[in-house]
């Protein structure tokens, strides 16, 4: 095993987030599905925002999420996406780098697609609905991959969201193979059941072939594994992946490892905002994992992230975050 230099290392969509309140008839005004995520153009994402009440401005993205929130509860992060040298991609940069995670990525080269942004309508349930542009972030290559970082994190996390772009799909495996060749561990969230939908068969092969630690909730679950049944669906994978964490929402998770079966309740909370809350979770989970603590105790860090995470606007808490691993 190659000596660490870092706990976690997240490859994802580098993605800067404007979460605004809005209430449900917006929603309905603007054709948007609650609770959803629907990718758009960049005209469509400059008409949406034009229109969005006063909002905040923060680096976001599944796995950045992660990495920040895991460097807020004490591992350490590094992080690897693709911004432009542009207003959102300085946003991106500083935020990330002010909240302890590593970035040592370049920006994309002058005259491409401006850095993606996610445009997050929140209602009074505390439900969010998305609106992503991907625009730079859809350039990440295995040329953009920093093999000696890869060989030197104990814990690889890769962005299912990935899996859109054929290259960044051909990069997430190439990662993999670096992560494992160097006697690390890949850990792998599905990220949403209509991306697994779309790109089943190379989900199942990541899952089946590369992925020692796996994110999924209910619905992802469903997609990859055909089974509507969450007990059945999660016996698939349980043979799959050396950890299987799966969420279901309000009713809490479960942890798989071998025949080890944890069943985590829900932290209680007020929700204000579920934006980001799979992404605290994950990084609960893989914060207590480098630091050699048992199942049930990485699952309440989980759980803990999670409820801090959505009691507030936002998907990273700000402030020292250690106190969630008690």
Not at 145 to 165: K, P, T, V, W
Request: charged share 20%.
């Amino acid at each position: 095993m190659a000596a660490t230099r870092f706990d976690i290392l997240g490859i994802g969509n580098a993605i800067v987030d404007i979460l605004t309140e809005v209430d449900d008839a917006f929603l309905t005004e603007q054709g948007m599905v609650k609770a959803s995520m629907a990718l758009t153009d960049a005209a469509e994402s400059a008409r949406i925002y034009q229109l969005m009440p006063p909002a905040v401005q923060t680096s976001g993205g599944s796995v950045a999420n992660t990495c920040a929130v895991a460097a807020a509860m004490g591992a350490s992060a590094a992080y690897l996406g693709i911004v432009a040298e542009d207003e959102f991609g300085h946003i991106f940069r500083h935020d990330i780098t002010a909240s302890g995670v590593h970035f040592p990525s370049a920006a994309a080269a002058p005259g491409g697609a401006p850095t993606a942004r996610c445009l997050i309508m929140v209602t009074p349930d505390g439900q969010r609905t998305m609106n992503t542009y991907l625009g730079a972030c859809t350039g990440f290559t295995v040329a953009d991959l920093d093999r000696d970082l890869i060989a030197e994190s104990r814990l690889l996390y890769l962005e299912g969201f990935l899996f859109y772009m054929p290259e960044a799909q051909e990069a997430c495996r190439e990662a993999a193979r670096l992560s494992r060749a160097a006697g690390q561990r890949v850990a792998l969230t599905l990220s949403d059941s209509f991306c697994v939908q779309h790109n089943l068969a190379a989900f199942q092969a990541m899952v089946r072939d590369q992925t020692d630690i796996l994110f999924a909730n209910h619905a992802e679950l469903t997609a990859l594994t055909g089974l509507d049944d969450f007990d059945a669906a999660a016996e698939v994978v349980r043979g799959q992946v050396e950890i299987a964490a799966l969420t279901r929402g309000a009713e809490g998770s479960v942890v798989y490892r071998g025949a080890e079966r944890v069943v985590i309740a829900a932290e209680p909370t007020t929700v204000v905002d579920t934006t980001g809350a799979g992404d605290a979770y994950a990084a609960g989970l893989m914060t207590g994992i480098v630091a050699g603590e048992s199942l049930a105790v990485c699952g309440r860090m989980a759980s803990r992230a999670a409820a801090e995470t959505i009691s507030r606007m936002g998907a990273r808490p700000p402030g020292d975050l250690r106190h969630l691993r008690r």
